[in-house]
């Protein structure tokens, strides 16, 4: 096979899989097996990388790829300067890399922007102040208001001193099991 053949082939698979793909896009989930562990209005994720699901080698970026490759490929064979093997495979390979990277900085932005949330870590949450809505009678639950990241929250909590908290106190945040929050008076 030669050269060119090459470059045409990989530029037509790598089109018919991203056309392939944008309609089968929502038919197959792409969901990412990644733990969370929830709690009440916020989470801690945990994992090696902070963008689930997308990645350097994800199908898009190796699609990218494998056009870009294809149709520089086809370019690069056309032009007399470059039409050789030794000049146009090096070109091709730098200028499928080069649009793979531009994507896969793209898709990383979108994705980075739109998986951010206004929801808040739990972590950020001890020592926060809060104010007491629903009486919290003592071994008995309570509600609980608190302010995070310019949102307000309600949360069920439990004293964790022997103290009760009575309706407008206002209460540390200390701990927080399950969905119960556990707070002492301030």
């Known amino acids: 096979m030669d050269l060119p053949s090459l470059y045409l082939i990989c530029f037509g698979v790598g089109l ?21 562990m929830h709690a009440p209005h916020g989470h801690e994720g945990f994992g090696g990388h902070d963008m689930p699901g997308f990645s350097l080698l994800s199908p898009t970026t190796l699609a990218a790829f494998v056009t870009a ?13 470059t039409r050789g093997p030794w000049l146009s495979l090096p070109l ?8 793979a990277t531009l994507v896969f900085g793209v898709f990383s932005r979108v994705f980075r922007a739109t998986q951010s949330s206004s929801e808040g870590h739990v972590a950020e949450l001890f020592g926060q ?22 949102t307000r929250y309600t949360a069920a909590a439990r004293t964790d001193d022997a103290g009760t908290g009575a309706a407008g106190e206002m209460v540390r945040i200390v701990r927080v099991a399950g969905s119960q929050f556990y707070v002492v008076k301030d």
Request: aromatic content about 10%.
């Open 16 to 36: 018919v899989f991203a056309i392939v793909s944008a309609f089968t896009a929502g038919i197959f989930g792409g969901h990412d097996a990644h733990a969370d």
């Open 69 to 81: 490759f294809g149709g520089f490929g086809l370019i690069f064979s056309k032009i007399d300067a």
């Open 92 to 99: 091709s390979i730098l200028g499928g890399l080069l649009i």
């Open 129 to 150: 102040s809060a104010t007491v809505i629903t009486p919290i009678a003592a071994g008995g639950v309570g509600e609980i208001a608190y302010v995070q990241g310019g």
